[in-house]
């Protein structure tokens, strides 16, 4: 599909961690490889046309990055700013699901429409998310903004498929969370698939090897099928630490922390 007015992607690496490989990789004792160090980057995503934007996750928080140990290579709203962004704006916000390190600046954005799929906010306001194998990477705190969006009437619930704006596409696919989302962008230099975290990693998607945290194991799978058959130019994956090194510098006024897919003149 080719739109009249097609938009910009900017990358955003806000935060790095240093792990193993057997911290990331479900079962990574199964492959019979030897363990070894891994970095993971943790990434938000802009798209820009115009005056318009829409910010695609947002961050962690300052306090989920200490609770966590987690490296702030930038604060998320200080990158969404430099981007001439105001958090408060009513900017348009998409949650491609509810872990920490996708909403943990939420409440910063007090006037957004929030666009999340409903089954993932279904299952992050239900008791089974306090269970430790999922509260680990969920934040009761940060869900409270997601039921404050909603007591305001400005949370945006879909499920399958569902465009939100000329060239954006949102589409729910599970396994990761039971309501995991990508996001699909129009840009000059081709369809953009930000997949988030339905594959962290290329190695993910290269290798068949899912994630250490699935709500639904088979359904993963289902989706890393998925995203490689998909029609698009470009693949962002949720956490892999070569992405910016693939992509066009975003160079100031955030060089050596983004990237930029389509570049607007």
């Not at 909403?103 to 929030?114: E, Y």
């Not at 009761?140 to 499920?159: D, K, M, N, P, V």
């Not at 498929?161 to 969370?177: F, K, M, S």
């Amino acid at each position: 599909m080719t739109i009249q007015h097609p938009w910009e992607v900017v990358v955003v690496r806000h935060g790095t961690r240093a792990a193993r490989r057997s911290d990331v990789f479900l079962n990574y004792a199964f492959y019979g490889e030897d363990d070894g160090p891994f970095t993971l980057d943790y990434f938000l995503w802009v798209l820009r046309r115009g005056g318009e934007a829409i910010v695609v996750d947002t961050g962690y928080s300052a306090a989920g990055a200490l609770a966590r140990d987690r490296t702030v290579l930038i604060d998320p709203l200080e990158a969404v700013r430099r981007l001439g962004i105001d958090p408060a704006s009513g900017v348009p916000v998409v949650v491609t699901h509810a872990h920490y390190d996708h909403i943990g600046n939420l409440g910063a954005f007090s006037s957004s429409p929030v666009h999340i799929s409903q089954a993932e906010m279904d299952f992050w306001t239900s008791e089974v998310a306090t269970r430790p194998l999922f509260s680990h990477f969920g934040d009761q705190e940060e869900i409270e903004q997601l039921r404050l969006a909603q007591a305001e009437g400005r949370l945006r619930t879909f499920s399958g498929e569902q465009g939100i704006a000329d060239g954006v596409r949102l589409i729910e696919v599970g396994g990761h969370t039971p309501g995991q989302a990508m996001v699909m962008v129009e840009t000059a230099a081709g369809r953009v698939l930000i997949a988030s975290d339905a594959a962290h990693f290329v190695e993910e998607l290269e290798r068949d090897m899912p994630f250490v945290s699935m709500a639904d194991v088979p359904q993963s799978y289902r989706v890393l099928d998925r995203i490689r058959a998909a029609d698009a130019a470009y693949v962002l994956t949720g956490h892999d630490a070569g992405t910016l090194d693939e992509l066009e510098a975003f160079g100031e006024p955030l060089a050596g922390l983004a990237a930029v897919i389509g570049r607007q003149s």
